[in-house]
């Protein structure tokens, strides 16, 4: 069985450019988790979809971050205009009953 | 308000023995799960062990085992038997059922490295 794949692994963009991460999670899974983790501090979580659904955005940073999730598959997490404290990891999450997630090997982003 | 401390950045260990990484949690919601996630030098996030609130007994599986003491707030994740591979940051953290969406706060990870 596939685990969750994310999309780039590493991604160098300068500042004021637009990055797309991308996660496919695990099949059959409803519910899609991104989280982030800058350097040095803690994982943070971001947002939650339930299928398409926006269950909870409460930890995106502010509204250069937009995330989509088409028919329930895979998500895509948008960063427009990228700034520099934006680097850092990004993960993205599945599970089927919001019980044990599955993380992908997550996404290094560096804007410069 | 719910918070997951790991006290310990680096941590070292003998190959073959065991070691105890240390984590407490802060949340007044009576039902919560508990996680230990470890993150090797490659990046991805592997899920080691999971112990819920309610349950009776310490969670363990293979290896791994899950010291919860409920009354002290602490779930440290005990490593027997330590391999080269154990090398890696790992992360406890904390899901609250309350709020009903499974997303889960983390700790600051502590880094733990085995020596031969």
């Known amino acids: 069985e596939a685990g969750v794949t994310q999309f780039p692994s590493h991604s160098v963009i300068e500042k004021g450019q637009t990055v797309t991460l991308r996660c496919d999670p695990i099949s059959g899974h409803d519910n899609l988790y991104w989280y982030r983790r800058v350097m040095g501090k803690e994982i943070k979580f971001l947002l939650h979809f339930v299928k398409e659904s926006k269950q909870d955005e409460s930890g995106m940073p502010n509204n250069r971050f937009l995330a989509e999730r088409t028919g329930g598959t895979y998500s895509t997490l948008k960063v427009q205009p990228a700034e520099l404290e934006d680097s850092g990891v990004y993960f993205c999450?599945?599970?089927?009953?919001?019980?044990?997630?599955?993380f992908g090997q997550g996404t290094r982003l560096t804007v410069v | 308000a719910q918070k997951i401390t790991q006290t310990q950045p680096g941590m070292f260990v003998q190959e073959k023995e065991a070691v105890t990484l240390d984590c407490t949690y802060d949340t007044s919601d009576p039902s919560y799960g508990l996680f230990w996630y470890k993150q090797p030098s490659s990046g991805e996030m592997i899920f080691l062990i999971y112990?819920?609130?309610?349950?009776?007994q310490n969670a363990t599986e293979g290896r791994y085992s899950l010291n919860f003491q409920k009354a002290r707030k602490s779930a440290n994740l005990v490593i027997s038997a330590s391999q080269l591979g154990d090398s890696a940051m790992y992360f406890c953290a904390m899901s609250v059922h309350s709020s009903n969406t499974g997303k889960l706060i983390f700790g600051q990870g502590t880094t733990l490295q085995v020596k031969p």
């Open positions: 112990q819920g609130s309610y349950d009776q």
């Open positions: 999450a599945s599970s089927q009953d919001r019980a044990k997630a599955f």
